[in-house]
């Protein structure tokens, strides 16, 4: 929780600093890079999470991965290990990617269900979240047969459960209650 609060704060840190110097679409594209560059490599994940490497092998590391990316991009490195919070990394730039995505009205709703949604049905979600938010939204579609049936949809941090196992869950919850 407290790593996610201090993703939060650094993305936005940046997003100003990006913003003030119109290099927001570059710092976002680089941002994009970090998070699937991380999210690919076990080694790199595990690296910065070690409390053995030291911070300055770790800078050197993320300098060589990560050649080219804008200033900005490069000081958010320096900031997080002269911090020691480069574990942060991949969370910032993620948190970075969902704030400009927001400033520049897009949003990615997230629709969780049983199965894959179908073009039809997806295509009346869209439509709905369109309608609620005002802005231009994605979905994206993950499956968790646990849930059953029925549908979890996340938009930001607002999320409704019409799934069936969260209202056996409540059925199941409010018989225990009696």
């Known amino acids: 929780m407290a790593g996610s609060r201090a993703a939060i704060r650094y993305a936005k840190a940046i997003l ?3 913003q003030d110097q119109n290099a927001g679409e570059t710092v976002a594209k680089d941002m994009d890079g970090i998070v699937k560059t991380v999210a690919n ?7 910065l999470n070690s409390p053995i490497v030291k911070p300055e092998i770790k800078k050197s590391a993320l300098q060589e991965i990560f050649t080219g990316v804008h200033a900005i991009s490069e000081g958010l490195i320096d900031i ?10 991949d969370d910032v730039a993620a948190q970075y990617s969902i704030l400009f995505d927001a400033s520049q009205g897009k949003e990615t709703a997230v629709v969780t269900t049983a199965v894959p949604l ?6 009346k979600v ?8 005002g802005n231009q939204v994605t979905i994206e579609n993950k499956i968790d047969e646990s849930i059953i049936g029925g549908f979890i949809l996340r938009l930001g941090d607002l999320q409704y ?3 069936i196992s969260n209202q ?3 059925l199941k919850r409010s018989f225990s209650q009696n």
């Open 16 to 18: 100003s600093l990006a």
């Open 41 to 47: 490599s076990k080694d790199l994940k595990s690296m």
């Open 80 to 89: 997080l290990v002269a911090n020691k919070r480069v574990d942060l990394l």
């Open 118 to 123: 179908t073009d039809a049905l997806r295509e």
């Open 126 to 133: 869209l439509a709905k979240v369109k309608d609620l938010t």
């Open 161 to 163: 459960n019409a799934s």
């Open 168 to 170: 056996l869950s409540n």
